[in-house]
């Protein structure tokens, strides 16, 4: 399934208008069909990865449309809305360190190339210049670094 990558992103692309955008829903489609829970083999796998990203592309919609309706009022509303916002970053702030924990335990060129995508929105080329790696190297370190990192923070938060 990994040599549909570069189709996918080039499809998403399209769709988004934005290359950065559509690499991150590539990833997360990657890391969701391979964290399937059921053994079931896919009999069409091309297919399965398209229709998985356009859910997201259509979730990602969603939250964008969401975030836009919310009222400014929710500002004003005292303190009941500050302990939610307290709690809240507390939650986030537990989350942080856990991914930390997780990243920690990667390889260092893996961790490295998740970071370079995340934080500071490197392409895949610029990336593999950075590091010395192949693009298709660089994809699958992130693919596996996304992957890792969700299977831990599901394991330590269950």
Not at 119 to 148: D, F, W, Y
Request: proline share 3%; net charge positive; aromatic share 6%.
């Amino acid at each position: 399934m990994e040599h549909y990558y570069r189709e996918l992103v080039n499809f998403l692309s399209a769709r988004l208008g934005s290359r950065q955008a559509a690499e991150d829903v590539a990833h997360d489609a990657y890391v969701r069909v391979l964290e399937r829970v059921d053994a079931q083999v896919i009999e069409h796998p091309r297919a399965f990865l398209y229709r998985t990203a356009l859910n997201l592309v259509v979730d990602r919609h969603r939250r964008h449309l969401i975030r836009q309706t919310e009222p400014l009022e929710v500002l004003d509303e005292g303190v009941q809305w500050q302990h939610t916002v307290w709690s809240q970053d507390m939650h986030h702030a537990q989350r942080l360190d856990l991914l930390k924990r997780a990243l920690d335990e990667l390889p260092k060129p893996c961790r490295d190339s998740f970071l370079l995508r995340k934080l500071e929105g490197l392409s895949h080329p610029q990336i593999a210049e950075r590091l010395g790696l192949s693009r298709s190297l660089v994809e699958k370190h992130i693919v596996n670094a996304m992957k890792h990192c969700r299977q831990r923070m599901r394991q330590w938060e269950s």
